[in-house]
């Protein structure tokens, strides 16, 4: 079956400010996930794609806007399956702040059991990004056949819990899994289980090396790892 090329948008406004973005109107890429979305083509250079998908907010479709430029005939189809997790009440909140929450630890260590007030359930999250991959890695293979590889652009939570998926790990996981804004991961279905031969992939080991903890805002990432919590969103990755 087809390849898919998961990447997560560039770093936004709501990742350096330290918030959980969700379905937030109007959050951009900052200048930096501006410079990740323009090396973006040339990373992906040597890879013939036969579709591109995007969640249908801001920051995906300003992440994929240059590999489009560079692509003109590559069709850019949008799909809210596999848009931000719907975090109801929490949006826009600090994230510093929802640390404090009773619901974070659910949400840290028994995920699938963690349904976001105003919100969506991660359960819920995961079944309908799965399901839109699954649609989409069938209808890529009757139009383009079996070697074909198409992208999608998404975000961390939504991309981990996909990971999760191919890995046959259970969504209490998944918080094990970390991918940076603009990261690259990929998986190849076949009939009888996935590959996973990319995850997180940037290009840049920087991220690995512990970072000094830095004034707020932007210290959340840190602070998390600190404490072994997973950063809700995906983070900002490294500076």
């Known amino acids: 079956m087809a390849t898919l090329i998961l990447v997560r948008h560039g770093r936004s406004t709501a ?51 240059p590999l489009l430029a560079a692509r003109p005939e590559l069709e850019l189809h949008t799909d809210e399956r596999i848009g931000e997790c719907h975090y109801g009440d929490w949006s826009g909140r600090k994230l510093s702040e929802l640390s404090e929450e009773p619901l974070m630890k659910i949400v840290q260590q028994h995920p699938s059991a963690a ?17 839109a991959v699954r649609e989409w890695n069938a209808r890529i293979e009757e139009s383009d056949g079996s070697d074909a590889v198409f992208l999608m652009c998404s975000h961390g ?44 992939d ?9 970072r000094q903890a830095a004034p707020e805002p932007v210290a959340s990432d840190k602070d998390a790892e600190d404490s072994g919590n997973a950063v809700v969103g995906g983070g900002a990755g490294a500076a």
């Open 15 to 65: 990742n350096t400010a330290g918030l959980l973005a969700g379905w937030t109107p109007g959050v951009a890429l900052d200048e930096r996930g501006a410079e990740q979305a323009a090396a973006l083509p040339g990373r992906l250079a040597g890879v013939p794609l036969a579709a591109a998908v995007t969640s249908p907010l801001q920051r995906c479709r300003e992440t994929l806007a």
């Open 115 to 131: 349904a976001f007030p105003g919100g969506e359930s991660m359960r819920a999250m995961q079944a309908r990004a799965v399901d």
């Open 157 to 200: 939570d939504i991309i981990k819990s996909l990971v999760a998926d191919a890995l046959g790990m259970h969504l209490d996981l998944f918080q094990r899994i970390h991918v940076d804004p603009c990261s690259v991961t990929a998986i190849r279905y076949t009939p009888t289980r996935p590959f996973v031969f990319r995850l997180g």
């Open 202 to 210: 940037t290009g840049d080991f920087g991220s690995l090396v512990r």
